[in-house]
């Protein structure tokens, strides 16, 4: 099957500091994986942050970053300089580059993300 | 740009109880979802549809009916809600294969069973 991991379900980190968030995922049925970081912030709908559909390639937003890397299976979240605002669900997930199965997504567990001041 | 509204926001219900969950989208967008998310699960997917009247089984159908009857709507029924049953239900819609496959959604129902 498909699946997505990310091994933090909550991550607390002090403003200004830098983060990683941990996201693996594992595929037998998506042979071009597409990539994604999902956000929800407090109050707010569910929304695509970055996401990444070539293998080496990085995306970018908000000061976030995560590279896809094929041979890790592996697409981690980071910033370098985390702030207030930041505190929010951060969730990871898989699709079909072809639109495989409707385009659907599968999703990671998330990680709530706390930035203390 | 478009949006996703989902009604009810919050949804209270009794154990046993039908329970419907509705859902919009102006994108025109083909393909919506519906996603169940509970704390440290992630989100689930219920069921999808990529096209009006077209149906398909997620990986948590059981326990629930859905209803595509024209393309910019999507429901959801509960068929008998369960106790103490606490979760977000969002609803979700994508375009066609070429677009990365990118979901938008709505702000989310929340369902509380007494």
């Known amino acids: 099957g498909d699946s997505v991991t990310q091994t933090e379900g909550q991550v607390t980190v002090s403003e200004s500091k830098s983060l990683i968030i941990n996201c693996t995922y594992s595929?037998?049925?998506?042979?071009?994986?597409?990539l994604f970081w999902y956000v929800r912030y407090p109050g707010e709908g569910l929304q695509l942050l970055l996401k990444v559909i070539t293998a080496g390639q990085k995306g970018s937003s908000r000061g976030f970053e995560a590279t896809y890397n094929k041979e890790t299976t592996s697409f981690h979240l980071q910033k370098a300089s985390v702030q207030e605002s930041d505190s929010a669900v951060y969730y990871c997930?898989?699709?079909?580059?072809?639109?495989?199965?409707?385009?659907?997504?599968?999703f990671g567990t998330g990680t709530l993300l706390s930035v203390k001041p | 740009g478009g949006i996703i509204t989902q009604t009810p926001k919050f949804l209270i219900g009794q154990e046993g109880q039908k329970l419907t969950l509705k859902c919009q989208q102006n994108f025109n967008h083909d393909t919506m979802y519906w996603y169940r998310q509970d704390s440290g699960k992630g989100l689930r997917l219920i069921y999808y549809?990529?096209?009006?009247?077209?149906?398909q089984k997620g990986d948590l159908s059981e326990g629930y009916d859905a209803s595509r009857e024209k393309k910019s709507s999507f429901s959801l029924t509960v068929t008998s809600a369960q106790k103490n049953e606490m979760a977000v239900f969002l609803c979700?819609?994508?375009?066609?294969?070429?677009?990365?496959?990118?979901?938008?959604f709505g702000e989310g129902s929340k369902l509380t069973v007494l």
């Open positions: 997930a898989l699709g079909d580059r072809y639109g495989g199965s409707g385009n659907k997504l599968i």
């Open positions: 595929t037998t049925s998506i042979a071009y994986p597409n």
């Open positions: 979700a819609s994508s375009g066609t294969v070429g677009n990365t496959g990118q979901l938008y």
């Open positions: 549809s990529i096209t009006e009247n077209d149906l």
